[in-house]
Nanobody, 115 residues
Framework: QVQLVESGGGLVQAGGSLRLSCAAS????????MGWYRQAPGKQRELAAT???????NYGDSVKGRFTISRDNAKNTVYLQMNSLKPEDTALYYC?????????WGRGTQVTVSS
């Protein structure tokens, strides 16, 4: 059984910052990519950022220059530092882990940015 525990979401004013964390545990083997996706009400889920085990990163166009993804391989944990937040960043943020044993999703953590 695999668990992804997400934390760090909340309510913040525009221009503020938040840091999301996601820790993977359980029967998970050889993690490759870890990342964050988000889904706003009435919209499709979209990429926020991903990072491979080698440290290669990929960002969605709307977050480039504002968000930074990082990971601690020893702790099977991925982080998303979100700066200069905008109201359009409001969404449910999902952690994703792609491993040899499968593709896993967290339950999501809500990020709300007020104007």
């Amino acid at each position: 059984q695999v668990q992804l525990v997400e934390s760090g979401g909340g309510l913040v004013q525009a221009g503020g910052s938040l840091r999301l964390s996601c820790a993977a545990s359980g029967s998970i083997y050889r993690i490759n990519a870890m990342g964050w996706y988000r889904q706003a009400p009435g919209k499709q889920r979209e990429l926020a950022a991903t990072i491979t085990s080698g440290g290669n990163t990929n960002y969605g166009d709307s977050v480039k220059g504002r968000f930074t993804i990082s990971r601690d391989n020893a702790k099977n944990t991925v982080y998303l530092q979100m700066n200069s937040l905008k109201p359009e960043d409001t969404a449910l943020y999902y952690c994703n882990v792609y491993a040899f044993t499968g593709d896993y999703w967290g339950r999501g953590t809500q990020v709300t940015v007020s104007s």
